[in-house]
Every structure is written in C-alpha cells, then in structure tokens.
C-alpha cells in the first residue's frame, strides 16, 4: 500500500492520518491511518510501567497478570524469572503506538471526515445504551419482521430523537450537566399524596431553584399544586 505524500492534519485532536484509495478485501475504499499522538505516549508510558514492575514484583499471580497483558513482548525464557523481554516485538509497540487503521467504502469522504464521523459514534451509542438500560427498551423481542421494523421505527428511533433533541437543547443553553445527569436529577421529581379520611392534598417534592432554572428551557411549568 503506497501513501505517497498525502497527509492531512487535524489540529483539534492533534492527530495525522494517512489516506489512499485502495483495495481491501477485494472491496475498493478510503484506507486512513490515524496517529494520535497523546494516545501514542500515554500506551508507551503505561507500557514502561509495566515492564518496569514486573521486573520488581515478587508475587506470583501478579506477575503472571503482568505477563499476560504484556504479550508478546515477553517470551517464556529459562532462567530464574522465567521469562525474557523480546527488544524487536518491544519495538515493533513503540512503532503501532497511537495508530488506528479505518477504512470507508464511500471513496468521496475525506480522511478528516471519515475519523470525525467515527469520533461522533460515542453520542450514538450512549443513546442506545440509555435506550437498552435506562428506558427499558431492550425486553421488548419481535421475531416478525414487520413488527421489528415498526419496533426500530417508531419506538427506538424516536426516542433516539427525543434523547438528540434534549442534549441539543442542553448544549444550546449551556446547562452545566451531562444528559445522564438531568435525567437522575429529573427522576427524583415525584409527586407526593398526603390523605386524610376522604380528602386528599397533592404536592410536588422541592427541585430548588438552580435546578429549576436548569428546566426553563424545555418550557416546563413550575411544579406545583
């Protein structure tokens, strides 16, 4: 595969990639490879750590799981410890440090869009973890394919919608808080019933005022009797 010369820089996450169209299990696509370089020097750092320790720890089952995630750079070897540090794989790591390999086959994307397209896949699917976890949606089984598809349509990707419009609404106003964050704060809002014989009184528990400032932009009215 031949890169030539044609690299692009993406100052915002100070990383590099290197893009050519090419062929990749027979399919034409944009090969990028990515260079981050703060990644890069955070994995040699954890790296060296390891090495470092293992060469110091005496307890046994430590030094088996330091063994295990410092595969293959460290060999069965004779010899008191019983292993060996392989320089050449321990090279070949430093090489691979903060490369990422992507392929895409729409050959029009550039290799910019491509990895920040794939750094934006985190809101989707903290999305579809909400919508599995906290909003239950995940019980929910069809096996016709007419009802999984009103299923994916209707249910699923309207509250996907909703949880877009909602964090876009936070980010618009500036709210101080993650989405997770307003729906636990939001969750302890209940409405609480006091009774007496035949008469019942109703009351909303307090939010307090920096929380109700926090709703005002989804026009919600202030909760009261």
Known sequence: MNYGNAMIQNRERGQKELVNLDSLYGHRCRIVVMLDTERGNRERMERDLMIS?????????????????L??????????????????EEENARKMNGKSLFFCTDEKISGSDLI????????????FRYLNG???????RYKLPGRVEAYLS???????????????KMETNKIPLSYRELIEKASKI????????????????????????????FNITKLQT
């Open 154 to 168: 209707v249910v699923s990707f309207i509250s996907y919608l909703i949880i877009s419009a909602v964090i876009w």
């Open 53 to 69: 320790a293992l060469e110091m720890e005496q307890s046994k089952d430590k030094i088996a799981k330091l063994k295990s995630g």
């Open 134 to 140: 906290d909003a239950s949606m995940m019980p929910v």
């Open 71 to 88: 595969r293959p750079i460290v060999k069965p070897s004779k010899g008191r410890r019983g292993y060996t540090i392989d320089k050449g």
């Open 190 to 217: 209940y409405e609480v019933t006091m009774a007496s014989g035949t008469k019942k009184i109703y009351r909303w528990t307090t939010i307090g005022n920096e929380f109700e400032k926090q709703l005002k932009p």
């Open 116 to 127: 920040r397209v794939y750094f934006r896949r985190g809101g989707v699917e903290k999305a």
